[in-house]
């Protein structure tokens, strides 16, 4: 098959180019940094270098292809969060439509169900409505969970004071995902003949925030690691300490109680992965401890 790579080679899209490599697929990646081309040439595969915001490169990059995955790189930089999304999966659409494209596989998020009260992630909803819109095309919505990787935005305040915080905490759920166990879902969708829309849901493991708390401490050396739960005053309050522009604060915000009262898995649990990814917390916490 020939298959468009969006995402450049970030944490996902670099260990799904390598599989559909692997496994014999022609793939095309997409990026806008020129200087990747020499990386994702060494994987096998063929640079396609332009801009998510072009309609008409992304046409061209289309072209001829049997499937694409479709994601949207966070840009903290655009002051309204879902107009961006909206954005780009709009020039997706357009380039999909235009291009005979016939399967998608496109990364959203838990929580994309909700119509509000969710921050950036009501940007995920968005693009899920503009591509269903698209027909005679087959489009799967993957929705990871919490990727685990958005712990490390905690590494510092666990050195400085010694816990982690956050407007959700102690017993709340989490559920989380690693980014190679996407790549995973990502590849087996691209190869599966599917029709109309579907959502499939991605998940490594799940625990409460103090479990968490807890495999983290023992794998920094800090076996009594708590999570404390701040209220969403407090959690604003940090975030423009720190200087982060009103419009994110209130993102973050949003996403932390709607995770804290569990609004944003309540679908996922009517509708959980057959099988859970292979990559658990305890292994992940060993990465955590390694850049600790």
């Known amino acids: 098959m020939k298959i468009i790579v969006t995402g450049s080679l970030g944490h996902i899209s670099k260990p799904l180019t390598k599989e559909l490599v692997q496994k014999g697929h022609?793939?095309?990646?997409?990026?806008?940094?020129?200087?990747?081309q020499k990386d994702i040439a060494a994987l096998d595969a063929t640079a396609a270098i332009g801009s998510l915001e072009d309609v008409d490169f992304l046409k061209r990059a289309f072209s001829g292809a049997d499937a694409v995955y479709c994601m949207i790189p966070p840009n903290?930089?655009?002051p309204n969060q879902v107009a961006y999304y909206r954005r780009i999966g709009s020039n997706y659409?357009?380039?999909?439509g235009q291009s005979g494209i016939k399967r998608v596989v496109h990364l959203s998020s838990y929580g994309a169900h909700l119509e509000k009260?969710?921050?950036?992630?009501?940007?995920?909803?968005?693009?899920?409505?503009i591509l269903n819109e698209l027909s005679d095309i087959a489009i799967t919505h993957l929705r990871p969970a919490y990727f685990y990787y958005n712990?490390?935005?905690f590494a510092d305040m666990i050195k400085g004071a010694g816990f982690i915080g956050a407007n959700y905490g102690g017993d709340d759920k989490m559920v989380m995902v690693h980014p190679n166990d996407i790549a995973a879902a990502a590849s087996e969708e691209l190869e599966t003949p599917a029709t109309g829309k579907q959502v499939r849901y991605v998940a490594s493991d799940e625990h409460t925030c103090n479990e968490v708390a807890s495999i983290l401490g023992a794998a920094i050396g800090k076996p009594d690691l708590k999570w404390v739960t701040f209220t969403n005053e407090q959690?604003?309050?940090?975030?423009e300490k720190r200087g982060m522009p009103a419009s994110l604060v209130a993102n973050f915000v949003e996403m932390g109680t709607s995770t804290h009262s569990g609004a944003m898995r309540e679908h996922y649990e009517l509708h959980k992965p057959v099988a859970m990814g292979k990559v658990k917390t305890e292994d992940f916490a060993k990465e955590f401890a390694a850049a600790f």
């Open 93 to 96: 659409a357009r380039a999909i």
């Open 235 to 239: 959690m604003q309050e940090g975030m």
């Open 117 to 129: 009260g969710t921050g950036f992630i009501l940007g995920s909803h968005h693009v899920e409505g």
């Open 26 to 36: 022609q793939v095309t990646v997409i990026s806008s940094n020129r200087e990747k």
């Open 151 to 153: 712990l490390y935005n």
């Open 76 to 78: 903290f930089g655009e």
